[in-house]
């Protein structure tokens, strides 16, 4: 069953709703406010209302909306084109349980434009699953990220090891700072550089 419409909203209206059915933006103006004004007495589940897939300017000017708890969108179209106030309280949807195809809710902030004080209702808690989610797939992100790392820096330790070994053996060299190489001609890799070509150093007679 959708919601009925409340009597703060008609307070609302009448409070805030002032412009005329021929100037538009004024409306749009006029019946954010009304909404805003419905999401802090009444929570913010009271909002406005727009058609799916188009942006905010598509906002319409003569409609409050109401996500019911299936996420269907119940729509009052509390104005008609020659200015006549169509809602009363309790009056019920004009278009109720519009589906996601049919029809976008646009939440409001709740602001108290009337001064009415603390809010007929508290507000229900947003949503945070997306975010959570979110937060999840970043955290696991930086876990693989952080793996990655410490398998370059293994590698790194181990080329830094056989760095070090090269040159204490080239420091227990001889002191002219030669190293005598005891191995046959050698094509091939060496540090990391390839095709170097190595030749063993003739022995010199004492």
Not at 30 to 53: A, H, P, S, Y
Not at 99 to 113: G, K, L, Q, T
Not at 150 to 163: D, G, I, P
Request: hydrophobic share 35%; net charge negative; aromatic share 6%.
């Amino acid at each position: 069953m959708a919601m009925l419409f409340p009597q703060e909203g008609i307070e609302a209206i009448r409070a805030l709703y002032k412009a005329s059915p021929q100037d538009e933006p004024a409306r749009k103006r006029d019946i954010q406010l009304v909404g805003e004004q419905m999401c802090f007495d009444l929570g913010n589940r009271w909002g406005n209302k727009k058609r799916t897939g188009t942006d905010d300017s598509f906002r319409s000017a003569d409609s409050i909306a109401y996500l019911e708890p299936d996420n269907s969108v119940s729509v009052w179209d509390i104005q008609s084109s020659s200015g006549v106030i169509l809602v009363s309280a309790g009056s019920p949807p004009t278009y109720p349980n519009l589906p996601p195809s049919e029809a976008s809710f646009m939440p409001c902030i709740p602001v108290d434009h009337m001064g009415n004080g603390g809010g007929g209702t508290e507000p229900e808690p947003p949503d945070d699953s997306e975010i959570i989610a979110k937060l999840d797939e970043i955290i696991a992100t930086q876990g693989i990220i952080i793996g990655i790392l410490e398998q370059q820096q293994n590698v790194l330790n181990v080329h830094t090891a056989k760095l070090d070994e090269i040159i204490t053996k080239l420091n227990e060299g001889s002191g002219s700072g030669k190293f005598t190489i005891k191995y046959p001609n050698y094509v091939g890799r060496v540090l990391g550089i390839s095709n170097v070509v190595l030749t063993p150093i003739p022995q010199e007679n004492p």
